[in-house]
Each structure stands twice: as C-alpha cells, then as structure tokens.
C-alpha cells in the first residue's frame, strides 16, 4: 500500500432538488459484481432518481500530490455522480472531528484506527434509507481499506442496506478500488454490490472534465 501525504472536512443530506451543481486519470473500475454471497454480472435496472442517494466521506485540508484542498477528492466524485443521477447526497462527518488537517499526522491517526479496528462516530441522522433501491458509497482509500467511519456507516445501517444496490467508488493515489467492492458485500449482508468506480485524487481537483466523463460512462454501464 501506498504511505502518502494529505487531510481535511464538513453534514446534511442534500436533496437533488435543492442542489444545483470536475482530471485525472480514471482508474478502471472493477470489473465484476460482488453480492454478499455470490458474484454477479448484474447491470442495473432503470431507477427512478429519488430512490438513488450517494452517501460518501471525504476530508479537506492537505492532501497527497494536491497540496491543501477546499474540496474533497471524493466528495468531487461524489456530486458527479449525484449531477449525473439526480441522486440526494448524504456526507458522513465525523461526530468528534479528530482528524488532523495536514497529511502525514492524519495517515498516523487514520493507522491508529484500522489498527484498533476503532469505530468513529459520525455525526447527524442518516436519511431514511427505505426510500432508496441504489446507494452508490464512496470514500478515500486509507492504508488499503474504507476508513473506519465507513464500517461505522456499515454496522449502524446493516439493516437498512439488506436487500439495497450497493455501489462502491473511491479516491486513491495509486490502490484503485482496493477491495472495496468485496469489503463492502461482506460489512452488508443482503446487499448486491455492483462494478466500482476508482478516481485519481489528483484528478479530481486537475482534471475535473474528466472525472465527471468517466462517472458519466460508469454509471451509463451500470445501467442508470
Ligand atoms: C490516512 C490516509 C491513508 C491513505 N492511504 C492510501 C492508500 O493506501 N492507497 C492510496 O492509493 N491512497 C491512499 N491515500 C490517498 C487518498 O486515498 C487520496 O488522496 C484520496 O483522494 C483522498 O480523498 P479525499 O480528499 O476525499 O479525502 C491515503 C490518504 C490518507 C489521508
């Protein structure tokens, strides 16, 4: 795995019809489906776009290869995908926001979580779930796995997210999806996972036109 330098942050669920609306190197997506118990080839199935939201974390401040960011590498994907599908976004935030802002003392604190198996808090309510067939989730790559707040996200909704389309994307520099797809099926029982998404954080604030043809063609693929 990659030891990188970056940081940052911001909560709400933001409904499609209250929000108005970029390089990189698109990494490939994941070319296979991966439900809890089995792999799929499934493509999707046409939504209506209220029943898709977009929940992801995603940090500001200093960031490997961008130097100090306003706007997360993620959360970045994150609104493509909601401009392209019309989808709520939903922003895990942390409820004790214990992140450092510069990079190399966030990679330590974000170590010290994945080895403590730590569950960190998020802040705010979750929207209401039962609403939503797809929920596309996305985050950083952190040491090779969703940070910790995910699975915190995971655990808290398992119920919720039984019987969802779950599609997984992330930013990195260098890890791709890094099994996000198979970590996910596992933390929720229930759910099909479908093919990821991996953006280039650094392409996420240099090369935005990209980033959002690359989501664009992703999530036609999916189906959507
Ligand atoms: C704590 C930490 C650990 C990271 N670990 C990896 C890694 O294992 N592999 C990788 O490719 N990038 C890694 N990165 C880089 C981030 O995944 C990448 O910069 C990402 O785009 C940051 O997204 P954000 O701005 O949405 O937080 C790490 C960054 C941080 C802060």
Redesign the pocket.
């Known amino acids: ?2 030891c ?1 330098m ?3 942050c911001g909560q709400t669920v933001m409904p499609a019809s209250s929000r108005n609306s970029s390089e990189t190197e698109t990494t490939s997506a994941t070319q296979t489906s991966v439900t809890a118990s089995e792999t799929t080839s499934e493509t999707g199935t046409e939504e209506s776009k209220s029943n898709i939201l977009v929940v992801y974390f ?3 401040g200093e ?3 961008v130097g100090v ?1 306003d706007k ?4 970045i994907v994150a609104e493509a995908i909601a401009e392209r599908t019309g989808a709520d976004l939903f922003e895990v935030i942390p409820e004790d926001d214990h992140y450092p802002m510069t ?1 190399k003392e ?2 330590d604190v ?2 010290k979580e994945q080895n403590n198996n730590d569950r960190p808090k998020y802040k705010g309510d979750v929207p209401d779930l039962s609403g939503y067939d797809t929920i596309f989730i996305g985050a ?5 796995d969703w940070p910790m707040i995910m699975y915190t996200f995971f655990e808290n909704n398992s119920g919720e997210l039984s019987g969802k389309k779950l599609i997984p994307f ?6 791709g999806l ?1 099994g996000f797809d198979k970590k996910l099926a596992s933390a929720c029982p229930g759910s099909t996972v479908l093919n990821g998404l991996a953006v280039r ?1 650094n392409d ?1 604030q240099n090369k935005q036109e990209d980033v959002r043809n690359k989501v664009n063609e992703w999530v036609t693929g999916l189906g959507y």
């Open positions: 795995m990659l990188l970056l940081t940052g995603s940090r500001t960031q490997y290869t960011i997360g590498n993620t959360a990079y966030l990679t974000a170590k950083p790559v952190w040491w090779g992330s930013t990195h520099e260098g890890s890094s954080g996420c």
